[in-house]
């Protein structure tokens, strides 16, 4: 498998300011209410990085969206490293919930090393409203059910009012329209509503990414000196100008 290069992860903070964007890395706080672990899995300092392709993706959806209804994209975690993964699965919530690690189509939580997450190639994501609400989607970010067999977060999931079915169909749509102008393929996983990542085709080529493996600025449950140079403000300029340019001529 290909090794991902650092250099090829950017910070959405840097958007921010100037794209119809908000961050919410839950998974920093252990209070967070919406952390469904009660537990700190990511270092509180820790950056949104994610993949640059997916990260021109989401900016593209964000300005969709913002352009059709006035809305905000939220993004809620991106990157999870191999050492992230692992911290869930110890958490007393997984463990005592099993199913959510089942191989299949309809897993909730991959192994450490597996899915699109230790790549930085899947995107969690809420929409809000032009009155900083969010958009009713039918359950929260993170909703794991504790029943196997009933799951309303499930893009398949049709026991919702109209309203709800077409707040989710605008999401994909939105994520799949990006997807088609940038030439890359978006798969909405079938389990969560709020998960959009890179095809298994694509994401299986490469290695997962580990703390330990990256520039300390990058860690996200760790701060270790492992020798590898963080990368100078220079370098995440060029890469917000690139991907800014990327996606200028597709926002229509």
Not at 93 to 120: F, M, T, Y
Not at 161 to 170: D, L, S
Not at 194 to 221: A, C, G, I, V
């Amino acid at each position: 498998m290909e090794q991902i290069s650092p250099a090829s992860l950017i910070p959405m903070d840097l958007f921010i300011e100037d794209e119809p964007i908000v961050l919410d890395l839950v998974y920093a706080e252990a209070n967070h209410p919406r952390n469904i672990f009660k537990a700190q899995i990511y270092q509180s300092d820790a950056r949104f990085w994610t993949h640059k392709d997916l990260g021109a993706v989401t900016l593209l959806v964000a300005r969709i969206l913002n352009d059709q209804f006035g809305y905000t994209l939220e993004l809620k975690d991106s990157l999870r490293t191999v050492e992230a993964q692992t911290a869930m699965q110890v958490t007393a919530i997984v463990k005592a919930n099993p199913h959510w690690c089942v191989e299949g189509p309809d897993r909730l939580l991959s192994p450490p090393g597996q899915g699109a997450h230790p790549r930085g190639m899947a995107m969690d994501v809420c929409v809000i409203d032009k009155n900083n609400i969010e958009v009713d989607m039918g359950t929260p970010f993170d909703y794991l059910t504790e029943d196997p067999n009933d799951n309303p977060a499930a893009r398949g999931y049709k026991n919702f009012p109209p309203e709800i079915i077409e707040n989710r169909k605008h999401l994909d749509d939105a994520f799949d329209l990006a997807g088609k102008r940038l030439g890359l393929e978006i798969l909405p996983i079938s389990s969560e509503w709020w998960d959009f990542r890179f095809t298994t085709n694509h994401t299986k080529r490469y290695e997962p990414l580990r703390d330990r493996n990256l520039p300390p600025q990058m860690q996200m449950t760790i701060k270790s000196d492992n020798n590898i140079p963080n990368f100078d403000d220079k370098h995440f300029e060029k890469l917000k100008t690139d991907l800014l340019n990327k996606i200028e001529n597709l926002h229509k």
